[in-house]
């Protein structure tokens, strides 16, 4: 189940990203695709966008640059504009500091042009 | 315009709120409607809703009880539901860890007490 | 599995928890048996007592003083003494700083305290 | 050494915090005395205001409530003006964002009432 | 105002840094302007030297060493010497541990190579 | 003291890592080698490997690469076996979040392969 929503997210990208994550550890791997992806993400109550958002939120508070670099392209595919998480990175300023919106924004640019998404 | 977006999001208690601040600190307390309220919640391109889950989402990671306590409120009144706000909650498992997550539930369900909103 | 789990680390003291846990969240709850105490606490691989140390490291760097002193009792019902923990405690100055130090040992004699360990 | 450093910073109320210290660990008292006030608060380079309002500055971001109440009191005994304390709590609102500032604030008026510095 | 504040601490190379985050975001650089140094650091009550090594030591504690590296030249530029700052980050490793201080003193010795200034 | 316990743990290595943390800063090195390794590692009351995983598990979930890197061959060199220190990884995703987790992952598997630990 979690594998489904895995690919829902990210698409192909998902089974190349798992099987990076799979020789880092199988263990860890299997319980974010049955707790965070089967579990979590799969419940009902709250679209993936929103989802996808407040993740965006978190890790930038927590300057968490590898896992922000990965949900911020889970973003867009859950169709979250570029101006939405434009918004939720200049809105962490207040709760994680500039330096959390700076580095966010940064983490952020990198990824809108390595996936095409001009200003 | 910060008070009215304060307004806004909090009504009434935002005046009551901004008083007791404002005998801690009255610039820390002009900074927030200036800043927070006036400049960054005030931008047009995310709805006052998403922004709130949010930031949610960020105070629960950080840990910081006395704020969120406070946004808990504010999410409800710019119309999230209380199922919307526990499911953020219960993500923050996912990123901030569980004991992140236990407190905020914690500390959500005084809110929700406290207004009345009833299982 | 994780409620059997939960039986060995805790005893009886488990089930109070959960029902008041459950009371925030059947559904965290439920997770929290699952994965934290099904999936992680029951893998084989590392004793519980090195596990619960493990967690009275991470909790005290972190500040999560509630989670703390649940699983400071964790780790007296897993063999733990008391030196062991203030060791932990103490080395923790190191990584975390001395606040986070002070902090952990003051929650740490209130436990001992209310578990009845004389010096 | 580290007990004159204390001394000089906080007088009588030093040895009354030591010994409630000391009925916590007298192990890391010990360390507190030595390290903390005998090597690095004793260094030259840099005056006992300026290091009292770093550490302010860290405590308040990093949200240790406790050492921060005791710390502010440092502060003023080693001769910073409530403006300057006041200030250095408003400039965090940039690095740890704005609730680290508010409850840094919140946390300074409660020192000053106690030490009855008004407005 | 904050501009002019930018240039007295960083100089011309205030222009080129507000330039490249320019290119991450106008908005996010506009309140850094205005916010930051327009609001904050043009704050009488303070001199910019100590504003300066209480920001380096909150950059340390939080690990955030794209903005550390930025504001230890910053601290240069405002009169704080080599032996001050050094001081500032030996301080830290009491309050955000061992780990955070060797991290800033290894940013510190980047950026004090960088700046042509010797032992 | 802590000289002898640091060769303990990290054998040849120590003094090359010593010599380069020197160059640093010689006062932070030698507060290092009296405080954390003469005093705190060189305390009876908790055998090193335990103190190793400890330290391991505070590192990965303040997410400190570069200390935990490090700490990660001590672990070794004390003697905990490659599926030891992976339990205490995995196990953090439970307090520090899944990120944290991932990351120490991975620095753990760059460890791993230097060390030539196959699977």
Chains 1, 2, 3, 4, 5, 6 share one sequence.
């Not at 990203?17 to 020789?23: D, I």
């Not at 109550?45 to 300057?63: E, H, I, M, P």
């Not at 949900?71 to 979250?80: D, I, M």
């Amino acid at each position: 189940m979690g594998l489904r929503v895995g690919h829902e997210i990210w698409g192909a990208k998902f089974d190349e990203m798992m099987r990076s994550s799979s020789e880092i550890d199988p263990d860890l791997e299997r319980y974010t695709v049955e707790y965070v992806f089967g579990d979590v993400y799969n419940r009902p109550g709250l679209d993936l966008k929103t989802r996808s958002l407040c993740t965006v939120a978190a890790l930038t508070v927590l300057g968490r640059r590898n896992q922000l670099r990965f949900h911020l392209e889970g973003a867009v595919k859950n169709g979250a504009s570029k101006r939405e998480i434009l918004e939720v990175l200049i809105q962490m300023s207040v709760y994680g500091g500039f330096p959390a919106a700076w580095d966010g924004l940064s983490t952020a640019r990198e990824v809108f042009t390595k996936l095409g998404m001009k200003d």
